[in-house]
């Protein structure tokens, strides 16, 4: 079983950075898939990026050449750099766990509490 607190997520002006990570609990970490997926208000949960356990990522569309995703086994992190932010931006992220590698968020099996993520214009 893995549990999951992100942290980090605040208000930053259009333009700016911010970064979010996600610790984990239990002895697995490194044979799961992490994923950061988000939600914006008024709108249903989205995928943002993905990571496999030997580094390999993948993004949506909307956050590619903004966003990365990285991963540190030993301290069971998964973090996500978010640079250029836009107000679209905006939303609660939350990372999750799979043992598949997908942006299926029905496949991940274990989720954070999410953070807010603010960008105003």
């Known amino acids: 079983q893995v549990q999951l607190v992100e942290s980090g997520g605040g208000l930053v002006q259009a333009g700016g950075s911010l970064s979010v990570s996600c610790a984990a609990s239990?002895?697995?970490?490194?044979?799961?898939?992490m994923a950061w997926f988000r939600q914006a208000p008024g709108k249903e949960r989205e995928f943002v990026a993905r990571?496999?356990?030997?580094?390999?990522?993948y993004y949506a569309d909307s956050v590619k050449g903004r966003f990365t995703i990285s991963r540190d086994n030993g301290k069971k992190t998964v973090y996500l750099q978010m640079n250029s932010l836009k107000p679209e931006d905006t939303a609660v992220y939350y990372c999750?766990?799979?043992?598949?590698?997908?942006?299926?968020?029905?496949?991940?099996?274990?989720w954070g509490q999410g953070t807010q993520v603010t960008v105003s214009s």
């Open positions: 239990g002895r697995t970490f490194s044979s799961y898939y």
């Open positions: 999750a766990a799979s043992t598949s590698l997908t942006t299926l968020q029905n496949n991940y099996n274990y």
């Open positions: 990571i496999s356990w030997g580094g390999q990522t």
